[in-house]
């Protein structure tokens, strides 16, 4: 059957390159109709159908769900078939993953019927030289079987190969952590929007320091979030939930991100406004996020000036003055120059909960700052953002979390007299963790805990003289009102 099978194949091609070849000797009058009715012959002739699927969509707005699931289809029966194997690392280094290489040819058989992929590349439609060589280049892959059989493949094998593809790919999945390449990096050889690396933080909500009621509340919300699918149908909202995390410096906001991903198993998208153009660019980055993921926007205060007041700030010259002492302000003018971005508040708004912000299946989208107060409250307003978190300084709850990570103990003589002092001081977890790490060998958790008790004394003494210094202040401030 092979060889008659090759035979026909090849007589065929033969006629078809030499049509195509003399196609342009042709009168043109009759080109049209010569073509016509050739290709008719061929179809006649050739009982074979051919079905192509695409890497990218026709606007080339989205890469192909589809082309993902039959290249991890094809990735097992290829192994057994193809000759030409493109290999891949995944899972930690710990196993290989193989492709078909373009223009490779392997046969499967479903239900007893035969039938050919084809692996191809459409090179790019310019005639022009180009310094970057395959950056327009569209990937395919074709379907070929008898057309005896097209109920067959067109209703349940193509709905099994993408079925399988999709386990696959579960199967293989890696978690990513993506970055957001400046816009104006997204011409040239090989342009991609998001660049990535495996996301492996090993925080999780066990080594996470704070309240544990608070600690399972927030899980709880994940968790139910994560398996909302028919819920969130049902009341006619896009899968999305927002998270606003806030609190000062070292507090674990960008633990808790990491926590939140490595629980949920979804990857993260670390969105930096800053160098993106503009509100459309924020709109193509959107789009080419996956579903099952967390989009990060840190320190949302500092990133642009998106209080929604630009114009009117600008034409206050005399609160500029002002402006060039406040280093948040600084920071943000500074940022804004630097990027001469123009992504503005309403077109943040639009991506977290616009019509485009329901493309793509479920997703998380966390702010971190600072300072809550300085953000438009249209930005955090429930609904866009559904939870507010706030990371406080460590108390005597949270400091036993990490007394168990960082030392391996649960009691210690030295626990009272610590549970006293932080009533009075302020300490972030992340300064509380730095005392408590040993250094050297040499250092036991005896050691490590007097560093903290005398980290704490330090902060209360900070406190009470800070608090001196207000009162006096206030003192100060009342015989000047009332002289
Ligand atoms: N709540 C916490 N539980 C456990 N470790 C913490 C916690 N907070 C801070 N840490 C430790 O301190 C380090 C800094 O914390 P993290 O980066 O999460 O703080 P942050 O709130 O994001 O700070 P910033 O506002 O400066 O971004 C972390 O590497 C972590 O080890
Ligand atoms: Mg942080």
């Known amino acids: 059957m092979w060889t008659e099978l090759s035979a026909t194949i090849s ?24 073509e016509r009715n050739f290709r008719k012959v061929v179809n006649f002739v050739n009982p074979y159908v051919a079905i192509s699927f695409h890497e990218f969509t026709s606007e080339r707005l989205k890469r192909s769900d589809a082309f993902f699931a039959i290249q991890n289809y094809l990735s097992t029966s290829s192994t057994e078939n193809a000759k030409r194997l493109k290999a891949d690392v995944v899972k930690e280094s710990q196993s290989v993953v193989l492709s078909m290489e373009d223009y490779e040819e392997v046969t499967d058989v479903f239900n007893g019927v035969r039938v050919w992929w084809a692996s191809g590349k459409i090179p790019p439609q310019s005639k022009s030289i180009s310094w970057f060589p395959g950056s327009e280049e569209k990937r ?12 067959i493949i067109t209703k349940s094998y193509v709905e099994h190969v993408l079925k399988k593809g999709k386990e696959i790919a579960v199967k293989n999945r890696q978690r990513m952590l993506y970055t957001n390449n400046p816009s104006k990096d997204w011409h040239g050889w090989k342009p991609t929007k998001w660049g990535n690396i495996v996301f492996e933080h090993p925080s999780t909500f066990d080594t996470l320091a704070m309240d544990t009621a608070k600690k399972e509340e927030i899980k709880k919300d994940l968790i139910k979030f994560s ?33 939140m991903a490595n629980l949920l198993d979804y990857d993260v998208y670390d969105l930096e406004l800053t160098t993106i153009k503009d509100n459309s660019e924020l709109r193509k980055l959107l789009i080419e996020t996956k579903g099952k993921s967390i989009i990060v926007i840190e320190d949302i205060d500092c990133s642009l000036d998106l209080t929604g007041q630009r114009k009117k700030r600008k034409e206050k010259d005399d609160d500029e003055a002002d402006k060039e002492k406040d280093p948040i302000s600084k920071k943000k003018k500074e940022a804004e120059e ?13 991506v977290i909960d616009g019509i485009w912000s329901a493309c793509g299946g479920e997703r998380i989208i966390i702010f971190t700052t600072n300072y809550v107060d300085k953000l438009d409250p249209a930005l955090i307003r429930r609904g866009r953002m559904d939870k507010h978190i706030v990371m406080s300084y460590c108390c005597f ?8 990570n960082y030392l ?24 509380v963790a730095d005392s408590l790490m040993p250094k050297s060998d040499e250092q036991d958790e005896e050691t490590c805990l007097k560093r903290l008790v005398e980290a704490l004394e330090a902060s209360k003494e900070e406190a009470r003289k800070k608090s001196e210094e207000e009162a006096m202040l206030k003192t100060k401030d009342g015989v000047v009102t009332e002289g």
């Open 11 to 34: 007589s065929l091609a033969v006629v078809f390159f030499m049509f195509e070849k003399y196609l342009n000797y042709f009168p043109y009058t009759i080109r049209g109709y010569a």
């Open 140 to 151: 395919y892959y074709k379907l070929t079987f008898h057309k005896r059989y097209r109920e």
């Open 227 to 259: 398996k909302g699918k028919d819920y969130y149908a049902k009341i006619g909202k896009a899968w999305k939930r927002g998270y606003l995390l806030y609190g000062p410096p070292g507090t674990g906001k960008s633990s808790m991100i990491a926590a």
């Open 338 to 350: 630097e990027s001469g971005s123009k992504v503005t508040l309403s077109g943040l708004l639009n």
């Open 397 to 404: 709850e949270a400091f036993k979390v990490l007394a168990k």
């Open 408 to 431: 391996d103990i649960e009691s210690h003589e030295l626990f009272g007299k610590i549970e006293e002092l932080f009533v009075e001081s302020k300490m972030s977890p992340a300064d």
